[in-house]
């Protein structure tokens, strides 16, 4: 049977089919969709973890208790999962470990464009990397007799446009394996003190070499000799653009790009006349080929930075722009990303953008509330890094002004990596304030479950986290509950936290509206703007609603019908399908123009 699928449901499919038992991870983009789709199949068993590091240390407990198992995440992941990374690497995992890491070139949805082959180097852990939907399913299942023959975890790298495109995939059955989970005792190979570490140390060299040779006769490492003119070195999606453009080239396609097959890639230099490298990001391959002693043409042609296509691959190569049909050009205006209509973070974030205050921000939807006309964050760096970093500030500032920092994070954000620096602040006794923005869900990756929604990544009622107790018990000596969407009693309360000399913290707690569109909330009704009360003082245009537009007056005349003087520009707007009653809108309008509309408009 033949199925259309994403390369994130293709590496599902594929570990269903082999018989992984277990699979963890933490919901990122571009990798989420493996997991959500893993864990409709029957029989399975599939959990969200706080975040990656947890995810992949009970993926390392279930693998040395026999079972197969899955860990997922996004690049960004690995580096918080990269403490247990590189010890199970020297202790080895008894039943099959797999993790996957989706790489975002270009930065879709993310804050940096690391190149996690890196890892696989750095942590001498065999890397598989696909080219499209098939080859994902295929490797997941040899990425699991990979680990089981060679006593290791093994990664399968993929990028944002293999996870996320779609390519015909030929389904099979799941095949039971024999159960061979149990208690497993073996303290010299999993207890890594440093005695037993240096020994387990020299048995990853020695199975470095095995993985070596291995890599040569690797069947998805292949030579396709076609004109000798011109050889290409290349790995996963980059392999098709190449292809596409350059079809009666040689290729070397590498499905293992790390240990890499020296001898095969000496013997295909050998049959070409002129080899370029091409890979995105990091001169990966490039680096390696030419300290072999190989001439090869990478990155003094080919971008370090961003995405590939067909284009950048031909123009780079021939020096000359790609063939391209031009698509008739329209003056269309710029439509960044924006928080929902009706979104909690709104209100919050448009009284931060007010304060004379610091705001360290954090990684979710509420990150776009850094832009015009909320400003109102003032950095993100990382997962969590809002608390440390308010922290830090405030200590570093003292009576300079340590009550102007504020830090932002959300709800899963702070069950991922906020629970630590919070308690770090209660135990330094900090002067900031955290806000945690909390909507009930993982809403940027598509509503995702946390230890705080009470629901499993399977549905299944569980216990929920309360920030409140958990705030309290760690030493936070002040801590607030507030509604978002009353603007007014968000001042008053940030203003009086922000004013005490001990560690604050406030919940800024309002479900995101796409949550509620999923429970079939009934919506409140939506609102309108009177236009003989419209004075186009704009300041309802400074919420940043999709909901809310501005009409220019295009002459006098259109003037004299409204009734206004001659200083007015036009008036506001509301789009009644878009307007979710947040009341927002209404609070800030100081002329009253705005109201709920009534059942007979």
């Given amino acids: 049977m033949k199925k259309l699928m994403s390369g994130n449901e293709a590496i599902a499919r594929g570990a269903y089919e082999c018989g992984v038992l277990f699979a963890s991870g933490y919901p990122g983009t571009p990798s989420t969709e493996i997991l959500e789709e893993y864990s409709q199949y029957p029989g399975v068993y599939a959990e969200w973890s706080p975040n990656e590091k947890v995810a992949l240390e009970v993926g390392i407990g279930a693998a040395l208790a026999g079972a197969r198992v899955l860990v997922t995440m996004k690049h960004v992941g690995v580096n918080v999962a990269a403490d247990p990374l590189f010890t199970i690497s020297y202790t080895g995992t008894n039943g099959g470990l797999v993790i996957v890491t989706a790489d975002d070139p270009s930065m879709h949805s993310s804050q940096n464009e690391q190149d996690n082959r890196n890892y696989a180097k750095f942590t001498r852990i065999p890397m598989l990397e696909p080219a499209d939907s098939q080859e994902a399913k295929k490797f997941v299942k040899i990425a699991f007799d990979i680990s089981e023959k060679f006593d290791t975890p093994v990664f399968l790298r993929s990028t944002t446009r293999v996870s996320h495109s779609q390519s015909i995939v030929i389904l099979e059955d799941r095949i039971e394996g024999e159960d061979k989970t149990g208690i497993y005792k073996n303290p010299a190979k999993y207890v890594m003190v440093p005695a037993r570490a240096r020994v387990r140390r020299v048995e990853v060299e020695k199975r470095m070499s095995e993985l070596r040779e291995f890599a040569e006769s690797f069947p998805e490492n292949r030579m396709e000799l076609n004109d000798p003119e011109v050889g290409i070195i290349t ?135 850094f832009m015009k006309p909320l400003e109102g964050m003032d950095s993100t760096i990382c997962m969590g890094a809002s608390i440390g970093m308010a922290h830090g500030m405030s200590k570093a500032l003292k009576e300079k002004g340590a009550g102007k920092i504020v830090g932002v994070i959300g709800d899963s954000t702070f069950v991922h990596s906020g629970i630590t620096p919070l308690l770090n602040m209660a135990y330094n006794k900090s002067a900031a304030v955290i806000v945690i923005s909390d909507n009930s869900t993982t809403a940027m990756t598509g509503l995702q479950e946390h230890a705080a929604t009470g629901l499993t990544l399977q549905g299944e009622v569980t216990g929920k986290l309360d920030f409140t107790l958990l705030a309290k018990a760690i030493g936070i000596e002040s801590v607030r509950v507030i509604d978002p969407y009353d603007i007014k009693n968000t001042k008053e309360v940030m203003k009086e936290e922000r004013a005490k000399d001990c560690p604050s913290l406030v919940i800024s707690k309002g479900a995101c509206v796409l949550l509620k569109k999923q429970q079939k909330v009934k919506p409140a009704k939506p609102f309108t703007v009177d236009p003989e009360k419209c004075i186009g003082c704009k300041m309802c245009l400074g919420l940043g609603c999709p909901a809310i537009s501005w009409r220019r007056f295009e002459d006098r005349d259109e003037l004299k019908i409204y009734k206004k003087g001659k200083k007015q520009e036009g008036i506001s707007s509301i789009n009644s399908f878009l307007c979710t009653g947040c009341t927002l809108c209404r609070q800030v309008c100081k002329p009253e123009a705005i109201a709920e509309v009534t059942d007979n408009e």
């Fill in 235 to 369: 790995s996963g999606m980059s392999y098709n653009y190449a292809k596409d453009v350059f079809p009666r080239y040689s290729y070397l396609k590498l499905g293992m790009v790390f240990p890499l097959p020296v001898n095969l890639i000496r013997e295909f230099a050998s049959r070409v006349k002129k080899l370029y490298v091409v890979e995105e990001l990091d001169p990966f391959f490039e680096e390696a080929i030419k300290a072999m002693g190989i001439e090869a043409t990478g990155k003094d042609i080919f971008p370090y930075t961003g995405e590939f296509d067909p284009g950048i691959i031909e123009t780079s190569m021939t020096g000359r722009s790609a063939e391209r049909v031009d698509l008739p050009t329209l003056s269309l205006p710029q439509r960044p990303p924006n928080l929902c209509p009706g979104c909690p973070h709104r209100g919050l974030f448009y009284v931060l953008g007010k304060l004379d205050a610091f705001v360290a921000g954090d990684i979710g939807c509420y990150t776009l509330s």
